[in-house]
């Protein structure tokens, strides 16, 4: 197999992801976005959380949410739980790893509140912890999942969202959380300002 080869495997695989993911989601995806905008008119906040690369994706929906997604607007309170690394490390270092999202939402968040999940389908018991606690404090859930959903789809409940990108590879599940990121930002954007 030639680099090239790779290179359209690759765009091949991620536009096929997307096409599943399109095909099985949209309700999903237009559910999220009405409770997140129910949310914001609520005067609620919404907290996003992730791991590694799931990290970066989180940080993203904070960032378009604060500052603007593709047109100037009001801001919004949103608040990634992955950002302030004296506040991660310190929770880390004294307490656990798996304590430094839910310490932080037990802290921030309250009822009515939303929290945002990513997580590519592996086990990740901080995002697991962060749900239980969003659960105590009757924080709604919306969780991007991808593979089998991991540890994280059977603490949901049936009120909360799982959003589980069709796919066992990573880098494809990451890069439709991406996309499905940027359609909530923007449906949010329509839905409050035509």
């Known amino acids: 197999?030639?680099?090239?080869?790779?290179?359209?495997?690759?765009?091949?695989?991620?536009i096929q992801t997307q096409q599943d993911a399109m095909a099985s989601l949209c309700e999903l995806i237009?559910?999220?976005?009405?409770?997140?905008?129910?949310?914001?008119?609520?005067?609620?906040k919404i907290f996003t959380c992730g791991n590694g690369r799931s990290?970066?994706?989180?940080?993203a929906l904070s960032s378009a949410?604060?500052?603007?997604?593709?047109?100037?607007?009001?801001?919004?309170?949103?608040?990634?739980?992955?950002?302030?690394?004296?506040?991660?490390?310190?929770?880390a270092n004294d307490f656990q790893f798996e304590d430094i999202f839910s310490k932080q939402l037990r802290a921030l968040g309250q009822s009515?509140?939303?929290?945002?999940?990513?997580?590519?389908?592996?086990n990740s018991a901080n995002i697991a912890k962060a749900i239980a606690v969003a659960h105590e404090k009757d924080i709604s859930i919306i969780a991007l999942t991808g593979n089998n959903g991991g540890i994280i789809a059977p603490s949901l409940r049936e009120t909360d969202i799982e959003i589980r990108v069709p796919s066992e590879s990573?880098?494809?599940?990451?890069?439709?959380?991406?996309?499905?990121?940027?359609?909530?930002?923007?449906?949010?954007?329509?839905?409050?300002?035509?």
């Open 1 to 14: 197999m030639s680099i090239q080869d790779k290179i359209i495997n690759h765009f091949s695989d991620s």
């Open 30 to 44: 237009e559910y999220a976005s009405q409770c997140l905008v129910t949310a914001l008119l609520n005067d609620k």
């Open 55 to 59: 990290a970066t994706t989180a940080q």
């Open 65 to 91: 949410m604060i500052n603007q997604f593709e047109r100037d607007r009001p801001s919004f309170p949103v608040i990634a739980l992955t950002a302030d690394s004296a506040i991660i490390t310190a929770i």
């Open 112 to 122: 009515g509140d939303i929290l945002v999940a990513y997580t590519d389908g592996t």
């Open 170 to 194: 990573s880098a494809r599940i990451l890069e439709t959380h991406i996309l499905i990121t940027h359609c909530l930002c923007d449906l949010i954007d329509y839905q409050l300002f035509g």
